[in-house]
């Protein structure tokens, strides 16, 4: 059985004495839910603090992104080998990177092996616009992400990471999509696209997560669909409470 991964996405909040507050006030609860993985994303200037606070826990620590490059004259940027000096998993593609920093499919796959390259473990994100989606596209949309992103990279290195399906319309709009079409896009199109690629094994080995407005209400129901292995969730993961609850709402669902 996959086991589910429930990452908190902080985007661009809270400093550094704000993110070991809210790691601090959520330890409690996630610490003894080893049955779900936990992740929190933090910016990356809150990164560090947040390590050394969550240090000997089993909370892990990932980041939103990275550089394709080792190092070099790449002001602003950040490698993946700086990442993983703090942490375990890595975000790459996420639809905010594509639509505002111009992100392109062939550079969020050179993120991907540079992440892998590192040990990172990468969350790498496809979605559709609600154009799309109402244009009967979203099949073939987010399927051509996944094998662009996926493009020479190995059967284990893909059952060793992480595919997260954000419908872009969902994203901090409150408005999910229902467990139906997240069950729909994750295993029809996405698991589908992994088994067309590499084959059952590696296609059951990994693990998809449904990301666009998850909350405590709805965690439930999304979490209970058998290709949905857990959440990469956004504002939610922002109060310590709700993340917390969504993180035993998918324990309850996956009846683990």
Known sequence: MRKPIMAGNWKMNKNAREGVALVNAMLADLAPVNSVERVVCPPFLTIPDVSRALAGSPVRVGAQDLFWEASGAYTGEVSAEMVREFCDYVIVGHSERREYFGETDEGVNRKLKAALGAG????????????????????????????????????????????????????????????????????????????????????????????????PANAFEIMSQPNVDGGLVGGASL???????????TVRAKRL
Do not use: H, N
Not at 132 to 158: F, H, K, Y
Not at 239 to 249: G, L, P
């Open 120 to 215: 990172l473990i990468p969350i790498v994100c496809v979605g559709e616009t609600r154009a799309l989606r109402e244009a009967g596209q979203t099949e073939s949309w987010v399927r051509a992400q996944v094998i662009a992103a996926l493009d020479g990279l190995t059967a284990d290195q893909v059952a060793g990471m992480v595919i997260a399906y954000e419908p872009i319309w969902a994203i901090g709009t409150g408005l999910a999509a229902t467990p139906a079409d997240a069950e729909e896009v994750c295993g029809g199109v996405v698991r589908a696209t992994v088994r067309a690629l590499y084959g059952d094994a590696t296609a059951e080995a990994v693990r998809i997560q449904y990301g666009g407005s998850v909350s």
């Open 239 to 249: 109060k310590a409470a709700d993340f917390a609850t969504i993180v035993r709402e």
